[in-house]
C-alpha cells in the first residue's frame, strides 16, 4: 500500500493550526456509514473550520469564512456560498503557514464578535 500524501498534509494542517490557537477543540462529527471516522472539525469559540480528504485534494471549510479577511487569497473554493470559504489543497500545491495561520486568528476573532 502507497503512502497517502492526504494524511501527511491532515497532519502539517492540525499543527498550524494548534500554533495560531493553542486552545483550539478537536473533534470528529457527523460520523456516518460512509464515512466511520467522521468529520474532523476545530471549534474555539465556535466552529472555526472543518478538515475533509477528498480523493485528490483535501479541504479546509471555515464557517464564517465569507466574514473573514483573506489578504493572502488563501480561499479558492465556495467563494459564491453565503457564509462559508474553503481552501482546496491538491498533492503539490503549497500554504502558507504564516498566512494561514493569521487566517485561523481572524476566524477566532469573528467567533468572538471581534
Not at 460520523?31 to 468529520?39: A, E, L, M, Y
Not at 487569497?73 to 481552501?87: C, D, T, Y
Not at 487566517?103 to 477566532?108: H, Y
Amino acid at each position: 500500500m502507497t503512502h497517502d500524501w492526504r494524511v501527511d498534509r491532515l497532519d502539517r494542517i492540525r499543527e498550524l493550526i494548534k500554533e495560531a490557537e493553542p486552545d483550539v477543540v478537536e473533534e470528529n462529527k457527523w460520523r456516518k456509514p460512509s464515512n466511520p471516522d467522521g468529520v474532523p472539525t476545530f471549534s474555539l469559540d465556535g466552529l472555526i473550520c472543518t478538515l475533509e480528504m477528498y480523493q485528490g485534494k483535501v479541504k479546509l471549510t471555515f464557517a464564517r469564512g465569507a466574514s473573514i479577511d483573506d489578504p493572502d487569497k488563501l480561499f479558492n473554493a465556495s467563494l459564491q456560498a453565503g457564509v462559508r470559504r474553503a481552501i482546496d489543497l491538491r498533492e503539490d500545491d503549497e500554504l502558507d503557514p504564516e498566512a494561514f495561520k493569521d487566517l485561523i486568528r481572524a476566524a477566532v476573532k469573528a467567533n468572538r464578535g471581534k
